[in-house]
C-alpha cells in the first residue's frame, strides 16, 4: 500500500522545481494545508528556527502548525536550493512556479495527480487526500479531537468529527 512518504519519495530531487513539488507535497500533508493555504504562503510564515508554520485559513484566521521533522528538512532543502533557481526576480511566495511566480492551485493538484499515478496510485488523489491523511494520522496517534480541529484550522468540532468515523484501525 504506498503512503504519504511513497508520494513524497516520488518526486524527483534533482531539479528546483522537483525540489519545489517535494516541498509542496510535504507541507499539505505535513501540515494539513488546505491547497489555498498552501499557495497563499509567503516564506515569513515559515518560521524554520521554532519548526512552525503560521498558516492563515479561511475567513482570515491565523493558527500556527508544527512541522514534523521529515517536513522541516524538506521545506529547508527547497528554500535553499531549489526555490532561489526557480525566481527571476524578488517574490514573497513559498512556493513559486518554474517561471517564479506564485504558484496556482490548479498546478499543485495536477502535481499529486500525477505523482500518485507514477506509483501506482490510480484512483483520484487530490490536496485534499494529503490534509486527510494528515487528520487520520493525528488521530491514530492518538491527539485530541480539539487539537486536531484547531491544526486543521476547522471553525466547528463537527467539520473535525467526520475523521473520527473513519476506520482508525486500518
Not at 13 to 30: N, Q
Not at 65 to 90: C, D, K, M, Q, S
Amino acid at each position: 500500500v504506498p503512503t504519504v512518504e511513497t508520494l513524497i519519495a516520488a518526486t524527483d530531487a534533482s531539479t528546483p522545481a522537483g525540489l519545489r513539488d517535494r516541498a509542496a507535497i510535504a507541507l499539505m500533508f505535513g501540515a494539513g494545508l488546505r491547497v489555498s493555504e498552501a499557495v497563499m504562503l509567503r516564506t515569513d510564515q515559515a518560521e524554520l528556527e521554532s519548526g512552525v508554520l503560521k498558516v492563515e485559513g479561511k475567513r482570515g484566521k491565523q493558527r500556527v502548525v508544527p512541522l514534523p521533522g521529515g517536513t522541516l528538512e524538506i521545506l529547508e532543502h527547497y528554500l535553499e536550493f531549489g526555490r532561489p533557481a526557480l525566481l527571476n526576480r524578488p517574490s514573497p511566495w513559498l512556493l513559486v512556479s518554474n517561471r517564479g511566480l506564485q504558484a496556482r492551485r490548479e498546478t499543485l493538484f495536477t502535481l499529486i495527480q500525477k505523482t500518485a499515478r507514477s506509483i501506482g496510485i490510480e484512483r483520484s488523489v487530490g490536496p485534499h487526500t494529503l490534509r486527510h491523511s494528515y487528520a487520520v494520522a493525528l488521530l491514530k496517534g492518538g491527539a485530541d479531537l480539539r487539537a486536531v480541529q484547531e491544526l486543521l484550522g476547522h471553525e466547528s468540532i463537527a467539520t473535525t468529527q467526520i475523521y473520527t468515523q473513519l476506520d482508525l484501525g486500518e
